[in-house]
Every structure is written in C-alpha cells, then in structure tokens.
C-alpha cells in the first residue's frame, strides 16, 4: 500500500538557520496529492500547505514546498527558522481512487532553540 | 468556520472495560475519521466515514468499533480496554474526503489505561 517516510525523530535548530523537513512518499498513483500538517504542542494538528503539481513551488506562513514525482519527494522548508516554528511535523498523501483514505508519515518534532 | 469537539477530554478506564469516545462537527462535512496518535508512529486511520450510517476500517480497526449515527457525529468504542494503554485519540472531518481536501481535527481524548 500507499506509505511516507519522513526525518527520522526530532531536528533541532538555532533560531535563523534554515530548516529542512525530509518527506518521500510511495504510491502506485500516477496523481498523488501531499500535504503537510502542523501541531504545535497542546494544539490539534493543522494544514500547512498542500500539493498536486509537479515541480511548483507552493508557499505558506513563510515555508515551501516543491513536489517533485520524479523523486518521490515533498519536503519542507524555510529560510530562517523562528522559535514558534517549534512543533510536530506530519508529511502526509492522499490515495488516488475514491479519496477519502490519507496516509500519514510517522511526524518530525522540530525544536527550535535561541 | 466551524469547530470539532471530541468528548471526553481525558480517559481512564481499566483493563477490559469497553470505553466509547464522542466526536461533533458542526462544519456540515460528510467524511469524518478517527486515528490514534501514538509518539513516534504518527497518524494511524481506525475507521472513517463517508456520510450518516456508513463505516469504511482503516489500518488499525482491531480492536475498536464505530458509529455514525449523524452526519454530524461519529463515536468509537474501544472493545476491550489493554493494560497500560496510553494513546492520543484524533477526530477529524473533511467537505467530501476528496483527495485534495484538507482534514480539520478535533482537540483529542487522552486515554490512559490502568
């Protein structure tokens, strides 16, 4: 079946360095759609952005992603992390027939520190 | 807008007792879902529903049961309660649960098992 595989574990980071969240994906769908949710702690898990196109650029609250179907990949980034970008992070794909089904990858805790 | 309240909050039950938990949407979707969220194993799919009445087994069914007696309601049984279970239960909802939807969560029901 479908699955995502992200970073292992937890990232840790000084405020103002980039930030890169690893995410591949296998599917046997020619159309896969990806997205990335967030959750903060004590919070429940929110979108952050989403996809279906290859090879373009999507953005939101400052971070990006870029699907690339030829390698499998969505990973996420931004240029300069802040200290409230500290949260779990869940890369997650969308099975082609019928919808409804969304696989999610084991999460990333990103820790941020000054 | 609209919001998703899962009750209860908290739960502690003990070995083998069946426990049910309580999902409400009011932001008139079709599809809802249930995951467990364990640390390190991300978002596992327990049932899901696509309209009143109906029920579709995720990964992870063993174990649970489900209804959906209203559109705006979805509950989930535990069967049988596992010594020193502890677990985050995650309700969600999407417009239709098409592969592009974005799936909004409840605040989840912490159960502990003694």
């Known amino acids: 079946g479908d699955s995502v595989t992200q970073t292992e574990g937890l990232v840790t980071l000084t405020e103002g360095l980039p930030v890169m969240l690893n995410c591949t994906y296998q599917t046997i769908y020619s159309n896969p759609f990806l997205f990335w949710y967030v959750q903060h702690l004590n919070e429940s898990p929110r979108l952050l952005l989403k996809?279906?196109?290859?090879?373009k650029r999507t953005e939101h609250q400052g971070f990006h992603a870029t699907l690339h179907k030829s390698s499998s990949s969505f990973h996420l980034q931004k240029s300069s992390a802040q200290l409230s970008d500290s949260a779990l992070y869940y890369c997650a794909l969308s099975e082609g027939a019928g919808g409804y089904k969304v696989v999610f990858g084991s999460g990333t805790r990103l820790l941020v520190s000054p | 807008g609209g919001i998703i309240t899962q009750t209860p909050k908290f739960l502690i039950g003990q070995e083998g007792q069946k426990l049910t938990l309580k999902c409400q949407q009011n932001f008139n979707h079709d599809t809802m879902y249930w995951y467990r969220q364990d640390s390190g194993k991300g978002l596992r799919l327990i049932y899901y529903?696509?309209?009143?009445?109906?029920?579709q087994k995720g990964d992870l069914s063993e174990g649970y049961d489900a209804s959906r007696e209203k559109k705006s309601s979805f509950s989930l049984t535990v069967t049988s309660a596992q010594k020193n279970e502890m677990a985050v239960f995650l309700c969600a909802s999407s417009i239709l649960g098409g592969i592009q939807d974005t799936q909004y969560f409840g605040p989840g029901t912490r159960l502990l098992v003694l």
């Open positions: 996809s279906f196109t290859d090879n």
């Open positions: 529903s696509i309209t009143e009445n109906d029920l």
